[in-house]
């Protein structure tokens, strides 16, 4: 659909879906520019043109453009000014440059001048999706390479880890905390509330204190209720040739494979009390014997281990050492369940619903009110593991841009889940309401377009934004 701005300038949609790099065109001959927007919105870009650079850096002011598509002839402004005047206004900005005169000159001028690549005319479709593409692909790796040194330098929270509940921020201080050291750590809570991704957060995090050129250290996990008890001494520890029926070679286990890295143990409970006593001494000994071996080997691994039981009540027990308990309990991080932190549920369901749809190819972009009221009320026994195989379901019947009640698990939709832990309506309102926004605001970053979509004044917007607490 092409919505109409003036005579002069003209918008093309998308149907809803994933959120779309924003490509402008400027060019003066009408077939061209509307040929390309509607080429490449087929493609599943969002395209904006214009047939004059003026009129160009007036939308460019308004709206940031992942990719600048210029005519060099243009009526008044060339396309080369256009082009210094959009590095100036919108740096992230790569410009493809069109040229009806294609000569080395021009060529190295253009780059010279920063243009990213340049298009000669008769332009042939297929080589300006190749170059679209290419473009994205080059500023998807720029981008991974600033997470990277954010990474690094630890300017931010790990991206994996959603939520901004009070009892989540305190999770990601302990885990800020925590990382830069070697101490072990014990991670406790329930079953799917997201025990490894907490580790392998602390891992990630302890990474910022090694050298540039240094090697990344390795993230090893073992759940220990997933292996044979008598195969995973060997697992953990290694084995030398002729220890057992099989044992034909020399096998390293993960302390030794993870160097200075970090071994994940999960379901720690589940461990025998024999090979208990032997972790114990790779703990505090730094040194573990391989089956069947005479002489002990040196370890730099750090441990951190996790568990959905009650360590103390195993040790009461006596199925769990209370000697090791307490050399794993340096530190414990205790997370939250997810009935725990309903406040986070709207942007769980948004991350992981951006997730299954990238992954299954469908436009699905968010659910509607009534469904996430539904989603909101629910217990949530197995937490955000049960959250991510709802909305995996949910995403695999979907047919519309939104997930519906019928897109839910039938139980779910039926009420046959426990009393609602939102019963306050307006509270669940408030809650989509902030996700709404938020999702149009990352579509239209111009605030007088994102009002104009949300159907409410612009001052109503800016009072949203401060009320419902949005970072824009």
Known sequence: MVETRSRKSSTVRIPPGRYPARILIIDDEELIRETLAEYLSQEGFAVSTCRSGEEGLELAKRTPFTIAICDMQLPGMDGLTVLERLQQLSPETSVLLITAFATVENAVEAFQRGAHDYLMKPILLDEVLSKVRRLLELRELALENQWLRRELNRTCPPAQIIGNS??????????????????????????????????????????????????????????????????????????????????????????????????????????????????????????????????????????????????????????????????????????????????????????????????????????????????????????????????????????????????????LVAGEHDSPLVDSLAEAVRCFEKQHIERILRQTPDKKEAARRLDIGLSSLYRRIAELGIET
């Open 166 to 411: 009070p009892l989540m921020l305190q999770v990601m201080e302990m885990v800020r905390k925590v990382a830069p050291t070697r101490s072990t750590v014990l991670i406790t809570g329930e079953s799917g509330t997201g025990k490894e991704l907490i580790a392998r957060a602390i891992h990630d995090q302890s990474q910022a204190n090694r050298s540039e050129d240094s090697r990344p250290a390795r993230f090893l996990a073992l759940n220990c209720a997933a292996i044979p008890h008598e195969l995973l001494e060997a697992q953990l520890f290694g084995y030398r040739r002729g220890a057992f029926t099989g044992a034909d070679r020399d096998q390293a286990g993960i302390f030794v494979h993870a160097g200075t890295g970090t071994v994940f143990l999960d379901e720690i409970a589940e461990m025998p009390l024999t090979t208990q006593a032997k972790l114990l001494r790779a703990i505090e000994q730094k040194e573990v014997l391989p089956v069947g071996a005479n002489e002990p080997v040196r370890v730099e691994a750090r441990v951190l281990a996790a568990t959905n039981k009650d360590l103390l009540r195993e040790v009461e027990a006596r199925r769990f050492r209370e000697d090791l308990y307490y050399r794993l309990n340096v530190v414990c991080i205790r997370l939250p369940a997810l009935r725990q932190r309903t406040e986070d549920i709207p942007a769980l369901v948004e991350h992981l619903l951006a997730r299954h749809a990238r992954e299954l190819g469908k436009k699905i972009v968010g659910v509607t009110h009534e469904a996430m009221q539904l989603l909101l009320n629910n217990r949530w026994r197995g937490n955000v593991r049960e959250l991510d195989n709802v909305l995996q379901r949910a995403v695999i019947l979907g047919e519309g841009p939104l997930i519906g009640p019928a897109d839910l698990p039938p139980d």
